[in-house]
Every structure is written in structure tokens, then in C-alpha cells.
């Protein structure tokens, strides 16, 4: 099953892009909201601003795309600011609404560790997405998080837990980058690109 | 590991002594005020001295430990308890705990009938030890107890817990005694005690064994140890795992004294080594390009290139960055973090308008310090020149421009293989709080540990050592972990 990269200019499409074909994914990168709609499996990359992320998305309609693959039984994998581009809210800066297709809001770390976290976590989780990592150390690079959603798949801890990944029903999204992550984040993608 | 902060009480106020020496005093005013202006939530677990009755042997501030017991404040308290009766009035006045140094060194017959009386969950054998010899009332006198022989009269009384401190490193800020507490054999419950002056202390004791709580005095008192922060990150000691980075550096697209693996075709292509240390567990690459003249941009470019297209971890990019673009130009190529040196320091500026573009994330602070007389300088071009800029200054200033992360080279110390420079880790660690990758003198395990614990360096680099496979990453990663310190 071929795989639909979401060509963001709000993220870094190349190295993710390099990570999935290493993964042996079929890969098809695109910004066209006609095959975006009609996507089997899609990813969202997104990285800096979650505002600037979700304005080039509502901008150019690619939010209402996203929603009809979804709506369709795709299966769609957010990763950093695009994982957080799937809940209801985000708080960075005032208050942004984004896709909606995960309940919780995303709110900036406010324990005493040094923020933005950068570098490797401890992340506890569980799902098709981690199989063979459920225990596993990935590369997080955020100021941002949501904590405790009903849709927690994984956890890691910044001065505090937070939540790693979530999952509902054909929805995934990951804190962390999966493809700065070493194997461990190469087998998450390999999870998401086999998962049927 | 729990966090306990100690009040040492001399007059009715909160005061610290340096040294021990009655005669250098610092004082922070009324016990009560101290702790709320210091956010002690009740609950928590609280060590008083009674400094006058370490001195005198007669207990002096009562009253005081009678009203902080009515906070809801669990406290242990100590200062020349010398006899059962004192003892008991300690603990009618409300301490949960009793501390007891000199006689458990000297007199261990009056230990055992405090023991028997109040019960050995009661008492906290203290043990002052300086350059391994146990020292006792108030610091002024010898005792005639080893440290092994004490530790196993306390333990044949049946006491469960030890609070051993060195007081060399009481109250001077050099962090504590490491070393000590983990080469103690022991089955007590250890508390430690002594120059735990930051976080990162608190932090690297609580990986340590068989230590039970750690008491954090001046530090706690000077605001430079936040009881809730310490208390967040010992609570979740493993979670962040501590990096081990190799650097390659090179010249001309060229790894410079290239890697010495045999399995590797070209020693000195830089996507041949990166490749190898990514699947040998580095957490990290940094490359640092040390030619970087304008003619060979192109080159450096293209390495990066060419290193990002292979590999799977973060990739830190630095030499001779002098311009936004020059930074704009390697995060394109592939990097995920640039560091800036020379530039930086004739141009700060820099480092903000990085920030602002790319984010904090990005932008990393290459400090080169030299030691000169009693301070660290920064050195500009490749560590051949002195900027005359004070590098520990430098590296907050940096912070507050807009650095993710500093890498903190000593010039000293740079292929000496003697290790890494501790002293100045900690000056710099010790004042900011992004994270500091330790760097220069690496020559064997125990060095990396020692950046790690003592220095409070959040990752480790080395180049040669990993290239001439004197050590390999997994041999550092295998010790540090039995060390008790979290890798991936």
C-alpha cells in the first residue's frame, strides 16, 4: 500500500521522507488536496509553530482533505507539531482549534526542566504502533505536549508525564521524531507502513 | 531518594557556617520565614542542627523545634546529643528523629541505651568523615573510630540509617562527595550530606545505591536548589537518558585522523564513520568542520549532506559558522543543530537572530575555554586565541540569547586523555540550566561518569578515543549504566 507524505513546507518533509523509504514504504509525497482526500495512509509531518502548521493546512484546505481520508478509513500518522495538529486545541500562543480527531489540548511543559526538551525520552507504550518498542528511548524536540488524553498510547516523563503517542481507532500521532529516533523510531514507522 | 533541607540554628536563627568555624557566619533570619519563603510543604522531611549544643553538648533550641513540629514538618534533629535524657527531650518536643555523631563514634554503650529506649527507627547515626577519617564533635576533634569500624558498630546496634557527610565539602559548593558514598559497604540506609550545591547533584546521589535521602543546606537556603525541582527530577531519575557523542572532525570533506575500525572501507569518509557510530549506539554526531574556509563551504556542505542522508540520530554541524546564512545553509544540507563559536562571540547578536529564525532548538553554543589564573577564558579561532571574555559568563549570556544547548570544549584538557575538566563543567552547569555536552580529556570510562555525576554534563563527547577504539560507545554506555546513570 503506497504511502502519502503530506509535503508540509511547516516541517521537515525530506528526513522524514528518507526515513520512510528506509523503512521500505512506497512513497508518494504531495500537497494536491485531491490525493490527499483519497489516501489510503497518510502522514503529517510538522515542526516550529503549531499556528503557522495549521494555517498553511486550513489555508489550503487541507485540513477538510484530511478529514475525508479519515472519514474514509484511512489511516493517518502525525509526527511532532503534526501530532499535536490532531487534538482539539493547542495553547501555544492564545488558543489555536486544530484537526479535532483526538480529544485534549495541547499545553506548553511548565516543570522546571529546561525547556524547550531536547533530546532522548523513555517512552512506555503500547499498540500496533510500538510493537517491539514498547519500551523504547526516542528523540523529542518540543515545548509543547499533551498530558493525560483519553487516546494515550505512550508516556514519557519531562518534569512530569506527558503524552508520548495516541491512537484512535486509524489515527496515530508521535511526540517524538521517529525519524531521528535510531531503529527504535525506524520500527515505529515500519509499524505504521505495515499496519493493515 | 528523598530531598531534606537542613536549618542549622545558632541564636534562635536559620545561620550557615563555613567550614564549621563559629566565626564565619552567615545568617538567614527566623526559622519560620526561612521555610516559607523557601516553599517547605508539610510532610516534608526536615534536618535542624542545633549548632550551639554541637558545641556545648546542651540542647539549646527546643522551643524552636517544638513549632516547626506543629507545621506538620517531619524533623530530625542533631547537635551534641550525648545522653539518653537529651534524647528523649528531643523527641517529647516533637522530632520524629534524633541524629547522633560523637557518641556513636566514641561511646557506642550510650548509643545502645538510646537505641533500647526510643528504638533504632529513632536514631540517625551522623559520621563525619574528612579524607576518610571520622571526625566528631563539631568538627574540632579526632575520633578514634575508622569508617568501616563505625559503620559496623551502627549497624550491629541495629540502626537502619547513616548520615554521613564531608565536610571538607560541607557548605563550599563543590558538590559532594561521591567517591565516598560509593565506596561505602554498607546495609544502612545512607543520607549524604555535604557540598551538594546543585540539582544535578541531587540527582547523581540519588543514582547511587544504597543512599536513602540526601540533605541540601547552603544551596537549598541560597535559592539555588528548588526543593519541588529536585524533588520532580529524583522522582524520575531514569527517564532521561544521558548521551554519549562521538565527533568527527574534518577537513577538506575528509575525516581528519580517520577511524580505526577495521570493518570499515574508507577510515576517512565521513558517512563511512557516521553509519558506524550510529549502529554502535551513538545517541549523537557532531561534526566539526576544521577547515572551513570559504573556499571549502561546498565541501562541508556536501559532507553534510551526505552524513544526513545515511543517518537516523540528531546530526550537530559546527566551524567556522559566521552568518544566518552560513547557519540556514547546514540546517538545509541536513543538520539539525548548528554550532557557532568564533562568530558568536565578536557578534552575540548572532546567536538571537539564529534563535528567532530557526529556534532555540537549533542553535548551539561551541564554547572553547582555557583556564587563566582563577577563571576560564573563551578562545576564539580553534582554541588559538583568547577572546578575553570570561567563558562561564559567556555560556549564561549565551542562555539568555537563545542557545539550546552549549558545547563546552577545555582547551587544557583537549587530547590530554587525563580527563574531563570537572571544575569547569560545574562553574558552567552549575549557573545555567540548558544542557552543557561535556568535551576535551576523555581517556577512560570513569572520566564520562565523572562528567556526567559531578560535572552535571547532560551528554559526553569524545573523537579520538572512539576513533583509535581505545574505548568503544558501548563500553562507555555499559559502564555508565552499571553506574547507575540512564543510556539509551
Given at each position: 500500500m503506497k504511502t502519502t507524505l503530506i509535503d508540509s513546507p511547516v516541517a521537515n518533509v525530506a528526513n522524514i521522507a528518507r526515513a520512510l523509504r528506509a523503512t521500505g514504504a512506497e512513497l508518494h509525497v504531495t500537497r494536491d488536496t485531491k490525493e490527499i482526500a483519497k489516501a489510503q495512509k497518510l502522514v503529517l509531518p510538522g515542526v516550529g509553530s503549531f499556528i503557522a502548521a495549521m494555517r498553511w493546512l486550513t489555508e489550503n484546505r487541507i485540513d477538510t482533505a484530511i478529514h475525508e481520508a479519515v472519514n474514509r478509513g484511512a489511516s493517518l500518522l502525525g509526527i511532532c507539531v503534526g501530532h499535536q495538529l490532531l487534538f482539539d486545541v493547542s495553547h501555544e500562543m492564545g488558543s489555536t482549534p486544530g484537526l479535532g480527531l483526538i480529544r485534549g489540548e495541547v499545553h506548553k511543559f511548565d516543570g522546571s526542566l529546561p525547556v524547550p526538551q531536547i533530546g532522548w525520552n523513555r517512552v512506555t507504550a503500547r499498540g500496533p504502533l510500538f510493537d517491539g518498542v514498547e519500551d523504547g528511548v526516542f528523540y523529542f524536540v518540543n515545548s509543547y505536549a499533551a498530558s493525560n488524553v483519553p487516546d494515550e498510547i505512550a508516556r514519557a516523563d519531562y518534569g512530569g508525564p506527558f503524552t508520548a503517542a495516541v491512537q484512535r481507532e486509524r489515527v496515530v500521532g508521535v511526540q517524538f521524531h521517529p525519524e531521528k529516533s535510531s531503529a527504535a523510531g525506524l520500527r515505529v514507522l515500519r509499524n505504521f507502513v505495515a499496519w493493515t | 531518594m528523598d530531598v531534606v533541607p537542613s536549618l542549622d540554628l545558632l541564636g534562635g536563627k536559620v545561620v550557615r557556617l563555613l567550614h564549621g568555624d563559629f566565626a564565619r557566619v552567615t545568617t538567614y533570619g527566623d526559622p519560620e520565614k526561612v521555610l516559607d519563603s523557601l516553599d517547605v510543604p508539610a510532610g516534608s522531611r526536615l534536618h535542624i542542627v542545633d549548632l550551639e549544643a554541637s558545641r556545648s553538648g546542651k540542647p539549646v533550641e527546643m522551643e524552636i523545634v517544638r513549632r516547626l513540629a506543629t507545621r506538620g514538618l517531619r524533623i530530625q534533629v542533631g547537635g551534641g546529643i550525648r545522653s539518653l535524657a537529651d534524647a528523649r527531650a528531643w523527641i517529647e518536643a516533637g522530632a520524629e528523629k534524633i541524629v547522633i555523631g560523637t557518641v556513636a563514634a566514641d561511646a557506642p554503650e550510650v548509643l545502645r541505651a538510646i537505641v533500647d529506649d526510643l528504638g533504632a527507627e529513632r536514631v540517625i547515626a551522623a559520621i563525619d568523615v574528612r579524607d576518610g577519617v571520622v571526625r566528631v564533635a563539631g568538627?574540632?576533634?579526632?575520633?578514634?573510630?575508622?569508617?568501616?569500624?563505625?559503620?559496623?558498630?551502627?549497624?550491629?546496634?541495629?540502626?537502619?540509617?547513616?548520615?554521613?557527610?564531608?565536610?571538607?565539602?560541607?557548605?563550599?559548593?563543590?558538590?559532594?562527595?561521591?567517591?565516598?558514598?560509593?565506596?561505602?559497604?554498607?546495609?544502612?540506609?545512607?543520607?549524604?550530606?555535604g557540598g551538594v550545591s546543585t540539582v544535578s547533584d541531587v540527582v547523581s546521589l540519588s543514582r547511587i545505591g544504597n543512599i536513602g535521602a540526601c540533605v541540601i543546606g547552603r544551596a537549598f537556603l541560597d535559592g539555588k536548589i528548588r526543593l519541588s525541582e529536585a524533588r520532580a527530577r529524583v522522582a524520575a531519575p531514569n527517564a532521561i537518558p544521558e548521551r554519549v557523542i562521538p565527533c568527527l572532525d574534518v577537513r577538506e570533506g575528509r575525516v581528519v585522523k580517520g577511524v580505526n575500525f577495521a570493518d570499515i572501507r574508507d577510515a576517512g569518509d565521513p558517512v563511512e564513520c557516521a553509519i558506524l557510530y550510529e549502529s554502535a549506539g551513538a545517541d549523537e554526531l557532531v561534526i566539526l568542520d576544521i577547515s572551513a574556509t570559504d573556499a571549502n563551504r561546498s565541501t562541508s556542505l556536501d559532507v553534510v549532506h551526505r552524513v544526513s542522508e545515511s543517518l537516523f540520530i540528531p546530526l550537530t554541524v559546527g566551524g567556522g559558522v559566521r552568518t544566518i546564512e552560513d547557519f540556514r545553509a547546514l540546517l538545509r544540507a541536513g543538520a539539525d543543530r548548528v554550532a557557532i563559536n568564533t562568530a558568536a562571540i565578536r557578534n552575540p547578536q548572532l546567536i538571537a537572530d539564529c534563535a528567532a529564525e530557526f529556534g532555540v532548538q537549533a542553535v548551539v553554543l561551541s564554547c572553547d575555554a582555557k583556564r587563566v589564573g582563577d577563571h576560564f577564558e573563551a578562545m576564539v579561532r580553534g582554541g588559538k586565541e583568547s577572546s578575553g571574555v570570561d567563558a562561564v559568563a559567556w555560556c549564561q549570556r549565551a542562555e539568555e540569547l537563545g542557545t539550546g544547548e552549549i558545547l563546552l570544549t577545555s582547551v587544557d584538557r583537549d587530547g590530554t586523555n587525563s580527563g574531563f575538566d570537572i571544575e569547569l563543567l560545574r562553574a558552567v552547569t552549575s549557573i545555567v540550566k540548558i544542557g552543557v555536552i561535556a568535551s576535551g580529556g576523555a581517556g577512560n570510562v570513569e572520566h564520562f561518569r565523572d562528567a556526567i555525576e559531578a560535572g552535571g554534563a547532560r551528554a559526553v563527547l569524545a573523537a579520538s578515543?572512539?576513533?583509535?577504539?581505545?574505548?568503544?560507545?558501548?563500553?562507555?554506555?555499559?559502564?555508565?549504566?552499571?553506574?547507575?546513570?540512564?543510556?539509551?
Open positions: - | 568538627w574540632e576533634r579526632d575520633a578514634t573510630a575508622s569508617l568501616a569500624e563505625v559503620l559496623a558498630r551502627v549497624e550491629e546496634l541495629g540502626i537502619r540509617e547513616a548520615l554521613i557527610t564531608d565536610i571538607s565539602k560541607d557548605g563550599a559548593m563543590r558538590g559532594p562527595s561521591f567517591a565516598l558514598y560509593r565506596s561505602l559497604r554498607t546495609k544502612l540506609r545512607i543520607i549524604a550530606s578515543l572512539f576513533h583509535d577504539r581505545r574505548l568503544s560507545i558501548g563500553d562507555v554506555k555499559q559502564f555508565l549504566a552499571n553506574e547507575g546513570i540512564p543510556v539509551r
